[in-house]
């Protein structure tokens, strides 16, 4: 599939900055006040973020145009005319993008590598706060560091985001970590964001969620607790289904396997255990009141998110 936003020659296995700073247009239309989540078995649903607070400024005369819901009837009471209340927007909400560059996330067999699809979602999400005038922060982590960024404001905190995570040393890390130790990673950065997330603030985590153990678990939904969150599960479909009947060769930069998807059987168990996983981390989801959107290495970011968040108008 081709991105108009994206250039011709961009990679499908990494990322680059010049490349993150681009999608920063196409950011302009993706909002952060509605979502609109096509859940994997529930179907449709539609719930609205809690967005940023407002506070009671003062009171002037209602002017036409005003929301008349906003009429302070105890001013307009003692007045001859109407009074309308004025708020002040809570802005600068701390808004913080989890985004996942572990080694099985540097995997594709259609489209871009699931860290790509993460990263520039996370750009494209990036930008879209800093559109809006919120504080911009986050945690970049892999299977050997990971980067805390403090909530900032302006386009000074949007470009410092999307260099630390064009310039993460986890992108240059080839070796495959056993799924065993999938998990420590994750539910170390957790920890992090659990320690970091303000209450009120509007939290992003972009994964495939492999080895999101009771640990990693305990940290998401104490953020949940007093924060919004959205997780943005990443995947490939060959991780969703196994291809038709055949014998495959699957390369990477470390190793070569190959697969025999003839039996009936294994692909059914194949299939089944990974709607088992989806069914967990959306019974989790749904438990905690944590917003939840799909995305596929195959789909665009923008169109994903746009059809997730809603469009936002210029």
């Known amino acids: 599939m081709r991105h108009d936003h994206l250039p011709t020659d961009a990679s499908p296995v990494s990322v680059s900055q010049k490349g993150l ?3 920063a247009g196409p950011a302009r239309g993706i909002a952060l006040d509605v979502l609109r989540v096509n859940s994997l078995q529930a179907g449709a649903y539609v719930s609205h ?7 009671f400024d003062e009171s002037r005369p209602y002017q036409p145009g005003d929301d008349p819901r906003n009429i302070d009837w105890r001013v307009t009471a003692r007045s001859s005319e109407a009074y309308t209340k ?21 995997f594709a067999t259609r489209g ?31 299977d050997t560091m990971h980067r805390e960024l403090k909530p900032r404001l302006g386009r000074q905190a949007a470009l410092r985001y999307v260099h630390q995570l064009a310039s993460h040393p986890d992108w240059a890390n080839k070796v ?34 492999l080895g999101f153990d009771r640990s990693a678990q305990a940290y998401l939904s104490g953020v949940a607790r007093h924060s919004e969150v959205l ?24 190793r070569e396997m190959s697969i025999d998807t003839y039996s009936r059987a294994a692909r059914v168990d194949y299939h089944d255990a990974w709607a088992q996983r989806q069914e967990a981390l959306e019974a ?27 469009r936002r108008s210029h």
Request: proline content about 7%.
């Open 284 to 310: 989790y989801c749904q438990r905690y009141r944590i917003h939840q959107m799909p995305m596929s290495t195959d789909d665009d970011p923008v169109e994903c998110l746009q059809q997730a968040l809603g």
């Open 49 to 55: 973020f809690k967005g940023r607070g407002m506070e």
């Open 112 to 142: 871009s590598f699931k860290s790509v699809s993460a990263s520039r979602a996370a750009a494209l999400l990036s930008w879209s706060a800093h559109h809006r005038g919120d504080r911009l922060g986050g945690i970049i982590f892999g």
């Open 231 to 254: 997780v943005v599960n990443v995947s490939d479909p060959l991780e969703r289904e196994l291809p038709p009947p055949g014998h495959y060769r699957l390369v990477s930069a470390e």
């Open 176 to 209: 495959q970590v056993p799924d065993s130790d999938v998990s420590a990673p994750l539910s170390s950065a957790m920890s992090a964001l659990r320690r970091v997330a303000r209450p009120g603030s509007l939290v992003i985590v972009i994964s495939d969620f």
């Open 21 to 23: 700073i681009r999608l």
């Open 86 to 106: 004025l708020f002040r927007e809570e802005r600068e909400r701390p808004v913080l993008v989890m985004v996942d560059l572990r080694s099985n996330m540097h």
